[in-house]
């Protein structure tokens, strides 16, 4: 039963592919209104999102399972950092898809695809915990990872204040403090930012349907490199957050089990948001995410079973 739930949770978001890839191929919206439809994702869905996910009561016990999600997404972070430097030269690639392969291999879908297959596996005490370590990644995304995204496009790295104070950090920091002050919001605003940040996940999978459907099948199966890539993402990483947690606790709660799924995760969609936004590498963004999404729906029934071992 949970497997068919987690295969039709993954069926549902590559769907919503389709209408991206039809409105391509018939030229019915131009790249100017991709960009647009990017803009609003990352400027305002993204945000909504993010907010209404930390919309959750708080307590003592939350502020030490956040602690201790974050210490060890953060040595996870760091293991795959090393990966990729290594796959990097193994592959060969440039600097501008050195820094978005980074980018694809520290940010899963935790989002998009993570918190619906875990609510599958888990139950809805599991999305409390997916909604704290998405905490965890979205301050990282928002960041680092707005530093490589922009490493990716050529842009020189500056420390500037504006880099950090993008939308989507701001959420995050709205979200955190209405969180620590144990606010929620008022019924009707809290609906509203809740509709909204739903449409991030159709709308981000309608723009790499329409970045794919710019794409020749035979660009896509050539690259071996997006299959390295692919393969590292659904097994090497979630594999170091296996080893990491089992060194750590021995067995496994429901804490580490969401821990380990979301690293399980295929490559976050929203680089594609990203690197199209800033102009990098969309294309190759696009053919390792849907890869990557293609792939898992073999790679996280396996790690699903693992976890119950």
Known sequence: MVISEILTSLVMIFLLIIPGIIFRKKDIISAAQSDGISSLAVNITWPCLVVDAMQMDFSAAVLKDSGYMM???MVVFAMTAVVTLVLSKLLRLDNSKRYITAFMLLFGNTGFIGIPVIRALYGTEAVFFAAILEMV????IFTIGMMLIQM??????????????NPGLIGVIVGLLLFLLDIRLPEVIGGAVEMVGDATTPLTMFLIGYQLGGLKAKEILKDASIYVISFTKLLIVPVLALIVLRVAVGDFSLLEKVLIMSFAMPAGSVSVIFSQQYRGETAFATKTVLL??????VTIPVFAVMMEM
């Open 292 to 297: 990557s999404t293609l792939f898992s729906i």
């Open 137 to 140: 990644n979205d301050v990282v």
């Open 71 to 73: 210490a060890a997404a």
């Open 152 to 165: 990716s496009a050529g842009a020189k790295l500056r420390f500037e204040p504006k880099l950090f104070l």
